[in-house]
C-alpha cells in the first residue's frame, strides 16, 4: 500500500525558515518524480514543486522560486522542502504528492499525503 | 502562465442527478489533464487523468472527455460519497496549474 507522511509543518515567523519532509512507503521511491502542492486556508490548490525521481530536475512556482528549495534523499524514501525567507502568504497545509509515472516528471499524481499545516505569522 | 477556468464555481444537486463540471485552458493542453476530487479537511484525491481515465478504484460513475482547451467531468449518478470540491489540474506546460474549484453540495 502506497503510504506518504508528511511532517515539519507548525508555527513560523514571517522571515523565517522551516523545513518540511516527506516520507514515502510501499513503491519504489527513486524512480518517481516527487511533488509538493499547497493550499491556502480556504482557497484552492497551488503547486510548488516537483522534483525528478534521481534528482536531477527541478522545477518550481514563480510565488516560491529563490526562498524553497526541493530536495529528496533515496536511501531514506524522503523528499524535502526547505522553505526560506517565509511570508504570511506561504500560510497553507503542504502536501506531497507521488509522480503516478516511473521516471517521468511531467505526469498527473496518483497519491497524495495527508498534508502538514505551516503558519506564518508573527 | 496556463489559466485553467472552472464553471460552475458550485452546485447544488441530488441524489441520483446527473452532474457535469467543465474546465477550459487558455492554451491547448494536449491530454495532459486530470481531475481531483476534495473532502473538507481531507487531502485531494486523484480521481482522472490524461482527460478520460480513471485511477484505479474510482467508480465507473465519474467519467471525464473533451480535448485541447475544453475539459468536463460527469458523475452520471450523484452518490453521498461524491459531494464534494472538484479541481481540474494541467500537466501540460510549468507551473503546474488548477481550476478554481467546483464545490458540489447536496
Known amino acids: 500500500e502506497v503510504q506518504l507522511l508528511e511532517s515539519g509543518g507548525g508555527l513560523v515567523q514571517p522571515g523565517g525558515s522551516l523545513r518540511l519532509s516527506c516520507e514515502g512507503s510501499?513503491?519504489?521511491?527513486?524512480?518517481?518524480?516527487m511533488s509538493w502542492v499547497r493550499q491556502a486556508p480556504g482557497k484552492g490548490l497551488e503547486w510548488v514543486s516537483v522534483?525528478?525521481?534521481?534528482?536531477?530536475?527541478?522545477y518550481y512556482a514563480d510565488s516560491v522560486k529563490g526562498r524553497f528549495t526541493i530536495s529528496r534523499d533515496n536511501s531514506k524514501n524522503t523528499v524535502y522542502l526547505q522553505m526560506d525567507s517565509l511570508r504570511a502568504e506561504d500560510t497553507a497545509v503542504y502536501y506531497c504528492?507521488?509522480?503516478?509515472?516511473?521516471?517521468?516528471?511531467?505526469?498527473?499524481?496518483?497519491?497524495w499525503g495527508q498534508g502538514t499545516l505551516v503558519t506564518v505569522s508573527s | 502562465d496556463i489559466q485553467m477556468t472552472q464553471s460552475p464555481s458550485s452546485l447544488s444537486a441530488s441524489v441520483g442527478d446527473r452532474v457535469t463540471i467543465t474546465c477550459r485552458a487558455s492554451?491547448?493542453?494536449?491530454?495532459?489533464l486530470a481531475w481531483l476530487q476534495q473532502k473538507p479537511g481531507r487531502a485531494p484525491k486523484s480521481l482522472i487523468y490524461?482527460?478520460?481515465n480513471l485511477e484505479t478504484g474510482v467508480p465507473s460513475q465519474f467519467s471525464g472527455s473533451g480535448s485541447g482547451t475544453d475539459f468536463n467531468i460527469t458523475i452520471s449518478s450523484l452518490q453521498p460519497d461524491d459531494f464534494a470540491t472538484y479541481y481540474c489540474?494541467?500537466?501540460?506546460?510549468?507551473?503546474?496549474?488548477f481550476g478554481q474549484g467546483t464545490k458540489v453540495e447536496i
Open positions: 504528492a507521488k509522480g503516478s509515472l516511473r521516471g517521468v516528471v511531467r505526469k498527473h499524481w496518483d497519491y
Open positions: 510501499g513503491f519504489i521511491f527513486n524512480i518517481y518524480a
Open positions: 522534483m525528478s525521481g534521481s534528482g536531477a530536475s527541478t
Open positions: 492554451q491547448d493542453i494536449g491530454n495532459d
Open positions: 490524461d482527460i478520460s
Open positions: 489540474q494541467q500537466y501540460n506546460t510549468f507551473p503546474w496549474t
